[in-house]
């Protein structure tokens, strides 16, 4: 019995070195193991043993058992680490194979603009205010100091609805609409749609995007214009570009200022872009003037404030690149999906 | 405003460049659109003295010269013009000079002589017409100063200069003008300026009133009115350095008359008219406005029809010029005029911008007279035409004058207070400080304590509040002094309002699903709502009317966001783009009553197109974007004639129209050039949308009891839409219904024909209990019973 323990126990192990998958393996564990295997015909034979061997060879069984469990266990790690490992290498797949193109849409560039735009106001406590866009001309023109036949309404070619019904040729109607409603302290941007009558070509529309600033309150001054503006710019290009104040008209502000922003371009060396001068020409401001401010019935001794405006299309323009201001109302994907 | 920086360094002194006067100008205000040399597009031309001129003996028209151009020895050139001559002073290109049109000038061999360098003729150097006598004319041009050879020919010709192309602003018509730039650039360097003493020598014979009677009807229209008559008028070219500041200034030199009057108008501002006295019926000119059907033929030779809002200048009989906007043929200054009356006058601004924009006559005078002519000082730009007619010698200034002036205003100071121009403008300057830039602007300004008292000059009359001194103040101060400060104050908060709010969710839920989003014009052609195929009496086709729109293709406000979605799918699939998502977030217009502003109804438009797109997926797109705002929509059948009658849906949230989604109709597409591929468009109403939003969505606590699924199938007749037989199967289940899905429409040999199965998966559960199987079946029972009367539906057996 001795003799047949050693020699299953040999004989098991020189199979498992040899067994190469799980499945011999169980077949294996079941012909030594199992309920008719060997070595369970083994243990039967227990009996025909001479009771004062029984203790020793009792211990011999167990040992040889353990011996075979822990083999065949040994085995099956063994074999499960190398089948596993078989199988993750046969599953690889070329994860370089293109897609189907399930992506997200994109905003219009000019909505991605005035998204940042709205989000860098709205933080320097700006509410945002929308108007309507066919408005009358005496909240486009006359409550901003441009009476009727005045020529400076000759820069902004208006389509007329009606003798007092206009598109709006910009957006500040809707600050003359806050103005003539609320009390200050005042501080709201106001961004739209405007219309003016310019032919379609590559820097004009009919149709654009402006937003405009206004602020009332006690002590404003022309100082704190050009720190928002500053600041504005610094969040939209980073804290490399700087305003530049230029004097300007314009009927609705007094003092007025055109303001020029550091060519992002070239960071002011100058360059095609900016026409060598190394400023680009980005805004219309100024303080408010009184008559505006009386006209909307507001003290003009007791409160000043200051407005700003800018077109949408030229930011969106210059921050892409984009070659003509037609691209933006074509609607061709091709051009939507760079801004993804 | 061009302006030669020699004209105006007569009145004032630039010390520095010219480019870097411009720069200076520009941060004080004045915009500079260019800095050019005035210089004619040729280089490398000298004057030559032609010493010898012989025929060629090759040629039957060409001369062999020898020119002396200033070198040791003098150049051969060949010449071919007939007019050249020993004796002779000429334009020479030498070797190496450019000509306009970029031509370059080589050593070259003519017919076997060799030749260094080109003489000129006026066209070959691009000389313009009137610059120099016999400039235009073919042939070589004969210089006829006594100039020394080589000297350069820019010189001789007075094209040796720079000009300043200014950008006047609005509100600066006093610097339309020479003497006017000459002032504001002195007080923005610092420097002197000095304007001519203006003298006039009366030589004339008799008084004004011999020669013509000028009545001035209207002075409302024509608030000043100076006349000056001239002569013994000697028509001729006036001199050269008239000639080249006149050129240099974008002017065109005609004759002696008109150059000064030219002259006169840029130096001082006034335009100016001179009359052929001898052509003016009764030597009468009156100042009128027209009779209404008065018809006039201006200089330009075209004929108008005038109405009585209009002011023209007539003589005895009959309107001939519009006043301060084009003068009549009839009395222009030709060689054979011997007397003139100038006219020096303003006419009212608002007035002379209507006609003008009634006739389309636009021209240098009217822009001027529109934009603001000074009152007080047009008797002096009159007198400045005469002191040039002494000076050129070309006429005499009869004695007397006529000036039909208004009473002169009491001009009003204004006044301002140090302090709160400082606090305005963030500067810290002292009364004295301001008071000195403002004086150097010509406004007379005294500071007693915080209080400046201000009399600006009578041209500028865009100066009446203290904030426009406090502009002055700061333009001269410096706008790169200006600090940067931030705002004190009430802290405020800042946020979007309702509506974009909205919007901006509306768009990202849009583009998380893979639209994109596209913008249009607001206002589209008429012919494109009437290709809708809508009825009569749509209010959509009673849209918004421009006045005046640009084209037919841009007259009306859009009532309808489907054409331009139509007209953006079809351009896409045209470019051979094989799918399209796109979106549009904007209002439609309705007119209200006369008078009122239209209706702004903010609407979303879906436009879709591609392979494996069909009207579900339209229609799972819309409600996959409105569960977010916790509305629950339902398709029924119905919508517009412009989409498949077969294929379209109104959108149904809480019994309320929201909107409607289809394939659109073929017909439809095709008048959109859309063919070939089906297009799908939905359009939602914001507003309804925005009414229907459900406040924060409060949580559910998850379930603690099994659920219990049962498939169901159900047979039915083809016809039968599934939607309304889930809403059956909800209503009889009752809340125990957690979900009810579709799983599979079979039609074929199992069910009988015109029929279908339809196969759902129900799903049952209890907040509180586990369902038995008798509380579901007696569920089920419920559901069979309703489907079976409501829509004839029996269990698949």
Same mark, same amino acid.
């Given at each position: ?159 007329? @609805? ?57 002590? @404003? ?95 969106? @323009? ?23 | ?61 060409? +001369? ?127 420097? +002197? ?23 001035? =009807? ?64 009764? +030597? ?47 009395? #222009? ?154 705002? +004190? ?89 094989? #799918? ?66 077969? =294929? ?150």
């Amino acid at each position: 019995m001795r003799e047949q323990l050693e020699n299953i126990l040999s004989r098991v192990q020189a199979e498992l070195s040899a067994i190469q998958d799980t499945g011999a393996l169980e077949q294996l564990r079941v012909k030594v193991m199992g309920k008719k295997g060997e070595f369970t015909a083994i243990l039967r034979g227990m009996g025909q043993i001479p009771a004062d061997q029984r203790p020793a060879m009792g211990q011999m069984v167990n040992e040889v058992r353990n011996k075979l469990e822990s083999a065949i266990e040994e085995a099956r790690i063994r074999l499960g680490l190398i089948e596993k490992e078989a199988r993750l290498k046969q599953e690889a797949i070329d994860v370089t194979l293109p897609g189907t193109s399930r992506c997200r849409g994109s905003l219009h560039p000019m909505s991605i603009v005035l998204d940042d735009l709205l989000d860098i106001f709205t933080g320097m406590g700006f509410e945002v205010v929308e108007g309507p866009e066919v408005e009358y001309d005496h909240y486009n023109f006359e409550l901003l100091n441009l009476p009727k036949h005045h020529p400076a309404r000759d820069a902004q070619d208006t389509f007329y @609805i009606d003798d007092n019904i206009v598109l709006r040729t910009h957006t500040s109607p809707v600050q003359a609409r806050i103005m003539t409603t609320r009390k200050p302290p005042i501080r709201i941007v106001c961004p739209g749609r405007v219309y003016r009558a310019d032919e379609v070509d590559a820097t004009h529309s009919p149709v654009f995007h402006q937003i405009e600033g206004l602020v009332i309150d006690e002590d @404003i001054s022309i100082g704190d214009l050009k720190g928002t503006l500053d600041t504005f710019a610094h969040r939209l290009y980073g804290p490399g570009v700087t305003t530049r104040f230029r004097p300007s008209f314009f009927p609705f502000t007094e003092p007025s200022a055109e303001v020029d922003l550091t060519c992002a371009n070239c960071d002011g060396a100058g360059c095609k872009m900016c026409k060598g001068t190394g400023w680009i020409e980005v805004l219309g401001s100024g303080m408010v003037n009184p008559k505006v401010l009386e006209m909307c019935g507001i003290d003009s001794k007791k409160y000043t404030g200051f407005a700003f405006g800018m077109g949408i299309e030229r930011l969106a @323009i210059l921050r892409y690149n984009i070659p003509d201001m037609r691209y933006l109302y074509e609607n061709d994907l091709r051009f939507l999906k760079q801004f993804r | 405003m061009k302006v030669p920086m020699k004209w105006l360094k007569e009145y004032v002194d630039i010390k520095m460049s010219a480019q870097e006067y411009a720069d200076r100008m520009v941060m004080s205000g004045t915009g500079v659109e260019s800095v050019d040399e005035v210089g004619g597009d040729f280089d490398g031309v000298v004057a030559g003295k032609v010493l010898t001129c012989d025929a060629h003996p090759d040629s039957d028209h060409l +001369h062999v010269c020898t020119v002396d151009v200033g070198g040791e020895t003098p150049l051969t050139i060949v010449c071919g013009a007939p007019n050249v001559a020993a004796g002779q002073t000429v334009p020479v290109a030498l070797v190496g000079a450019t000509l306009p049109g970029g031509i370059k000038i080589k050593k070259g061999k003519l017919r076997g002589v060799e030749s260094s360098g080109m003489i000129c003729s006026g066209p070959e150097l691009g000389l313009p017409q009137g610059l120099y006598p016999h400039v235009g004319e073919e042939g070589i041009l004969v210089i006829a100063e006594n100039v020394a050879p080589g000297s350069d020919a820019k010189e001789i010709f007075g094209l040796d200069d720079v000009a300043v192309d200014f950008e006047i602003l609005a509100n600066r018509p006093d610097c339309l003008s020479i003497w006017g730039l000459a002032r504001e650039s002195s007080a923005v360097l610092e420097e +002197h300026c000095l304007m001519p003493e203006i003298v006039v020598e009366e030589n004339g014979t008799g008084t004004f009133l011999d020669y013509a009677h000028v009545e001035v =009807r209207d002075k409302e229209l024509c608030p000043r009115y100076c006349a000056r008559v001239i002569e013994g008028v000697k028509i001729g070219p006036s001199p050269k350095w008239m000639r080249a500041y006149l050129h240099a200034a974008g002017v065109r030199p005609i004759n002696n008359i008109v150059d000064i009057t030219n002259y006169v108008m840029l130096e001082t501002g006034h335009p100016m008219h001179a009359f052929d006295l001898d052509k003016v019926r009764d +030597h009468t000119i009156v100042v009128r406005r027209a009779e209404q059907g008065e018809t006039l033929k201006t200089l330009d030779g075209k004929e108008h029809l005038l109405t009585t809002d209009m002011l023209v200048i007539a003589d005895s009989k009959s309107a001939t010029g519009l006043a301060g906007i084009m003068g009549g043929e009839e009395s #222009e200054i030709l060689e054979d005029t011997r007397a003139v009356l100038f006219e020096c006058a303003v006419f009212d601004r608002t007035n002379n911008r209507l006609t003008s924009r009634a006739l389309g006559v636009r021209t240098e005078a009217s822009g001027r007279f529109e934009r603001g002519v000074c009152v007080e000082d047009t008797m002096e730009a009159l007198e400045r035409a005469c002191m040039l007619v002494n000076m050129l010698e070309c006429g005499k200034v009869v004695p007397g004058i006529f000036d039909s002036c208004p009473e002169p205003k009491e001009r009003e100071p204004i006044l301002g207070s140090v302090e709160r121009i400082n606090r305005l403008i963030s500067t810290n300057l002292s009364g004295e400080q301001m008071e000195d830039i403002l004086c150097r602007l010509y406004i007379e300004t005294t500071c007693c304590g915080d209080t400046l008292t201000a009399l600006p000059p009578p041209w500028r009359g865009d100066i009446e509040t203290e904030a426009d001194l406090a502009e002055e103040v700061l333009r001269l101060n410096g706008y790169e002094h200006i600090p940067s400060t931030l705002m +004190h104050g009430v802290t405020m908060a800042g946020f979007r309002g309702q509506r974009q709010v909205l919007s901006d969710r509306i768009k990202d839920c849009m583009v998380g699903m893979g639209w994109f989003e596209i913008m249009n014009f607001s206002f589209i052609s008429p012919r494109w709502l009437e290709k809708l195929g809508l009825e009569a009496m749509d209010k959509r086709l009673c849209p918004v009317v421009v006045r005046n729109p640009l084209g037919e293709d841009t007259s009306v406000m859009r009532t309808s966001m489907v054409p331009s979605m139509l007209s953006s799918l079809s351009v896409n699939l045209n470019r051979g783009i094989n #799918e399209g998502k796109l979106f549009e977030l904007a209002p439609v217009f309705f007119p209200e009553e006369e008078g009122e502003l239209p209706e702004e109804r903010q609407t979303l438009c879906l436009g879709l197109y591609g392979d494996d797109i069909d009207f579900y997926g339209l229609r799972d797109a819309c409600a996959c974007l409105l569960n977010p705002f916790g509305i629950e929509v339902d398709t029924v059948s119905g919508g517009d004639a412009y989409y498949h009658p077969g =294929r379209k849906a109104l959108l149904i949230a809480e019994g309320k129209r929201i909107g409607q989604l289809g394939e659109i109709h073929p017909d439809t597409a095709e008048e959109f050039d859309i063919e070939g591929k089906r297009v799908y468009v939905a359009e939602l109403d914001i507003v309804e949308f925005g009414v229907l939003i459900k406040p924060i969505p409060q949580v559910k606590t998850l379930p603690k009891y099994p659920a219990v699924a049962r498939d169901l199938a159900l047979v039915m007749r083809e016809e039968t839409s599934v939607g309304p037989v889930i809403a059956t199967i909800r209503k009889a289940a009752g809340k125990v219904l957690e979900d009810v899905g579709l799983f599979d429409i079979y039609r074929g040999a199992q069910v009988e024909a015109n029929s279908k199965s339809v196969a759902f998966n129900l799903s049952f559960r209890a907040v509180d209990r586990t369902l038995t199987e008798a509380e579901i079946s007696r569920v089920m029972d419920k559901v069979l019973k309703a489907v079976e009367s409501v829509h004839g539906a029996r269990i698949r057996s």
